[in-house]
T-cell receptor
Framework: AQSVTQPDIHITVSEGASLELRCNYS??????LFWYVQSPGQGLQLLLK??????LVQGIKGFEAEFKRSQSSFNLRKPSVHWSDAAEYFC????????????FGTGTQLKVEL | DAGVIQSPRHEVTEMGQEVTLRCKPI?????LFWYRQTMMRGLELLIY????????DSGMPEDRFSAKMPNASFSTLKIQPSEPRDSAVYFC??????????????FGEGSRLTVL
């Protein structure tokens, strides 16, 4: 079964600084990988996804993520954080051929200091 | 376009009472998911449906939980009897197409349940 680890529970960055949120997955083959964002009191919104091809994936709101098979990682990055990016971020993995089930990480809470 | 609609947004009840959470998926979506979110366990998939048929309910914690999807535009998650450990935010999500490559999950705003 697949699993996801987000090692950082909380991260604080200054507005304008760069951001990297870590995600490691466990799966026997190349998985489907996702990043979702959850603002307070809201549901989750898809930021970006990786299925195949180019390992650097661009998403909404200026986010990108890079799939590194050798490291089983799919880290989320943004070159310059805005105060509105403060939210909780979830990495998720899905199995190819495994139906529509997604396994989510425990999330990383991002705080942005002005 | 309307997104996934969940009700109630907040529910406070006493232990032993029946709780019913409701979800209206996005029109045309053929997959519907129920997730539970807690601080301790994060986001857990409880059950999901395809074309109103339950496909995988292995995440349903116990017999006190049941879910139905009588038609393509409505689903319920029922807890009877409720217990304090059921306190969580319950999310409904829908998607279109077979397999994760077909599309993303669209989440509702969640139903926050507190069982006293």
């Amino acid at each position: 079964a697949q699993s996801v680890t987000q090692p950082d529970i909380h991260i604080t960055v200054s507005e304008g600084a760069s951001l990297e949120l870590r995600c490691n997955y466990s799966y026997g083959a190349t998985p489907y990988l996702f990043w979702y964002v959850q603002s307070p009191g809201q549901g989750l919104q898809l930021l970006l996804k990786y299925f195949s091809g180019d390992t650097l994936v661009q998403g909404i709101k200026g986010f990108e993520a890079e799939f590194k098979r050798s490291q089983s990682s799919f880290n989320l990055r943004k070159p310059s954080v805005h105060w509105s990016d403060a939210a909780e971020y979830f990495c998720a993995v899905g199995a190819r051929g495994g139906g529509n089930k997604l396994t989510f990480g425990t999330g990383t809470q991002l705080k942005v200091e002005l | 376009d309307a997104g996934v609609i969940q009700s109630p947004r907040h529910e406070v009840t006493e232990m032993g009472q029946e709780v019913t959470l409701r979800c209206k998926p996005i029109s045309g979506h053929d997959y519907l998911f129920w997730y539970r979110q807690t601080m301790m366990r994060g986001l857990e998939l409880l059950i999901y449906f395809n074309n109103n048929v339950p496909i995988d309910d292995s995440g349903m914690p116990e017999d006190r939980f049941s879910a139905k999807m009588p038609n393509a535009s409505f689903s319920t998650l029922k807890i009877q009897p409720s217990e304090p450990r059921d306190s969580a935010v319950y999310f409904c999500a829908s998607s279109l197409g077979a397999g994760l490559a077909a599309g993303e999950l669209f989440f509702g705003e969640g139903s926050r349940l507190t069982v006293l």
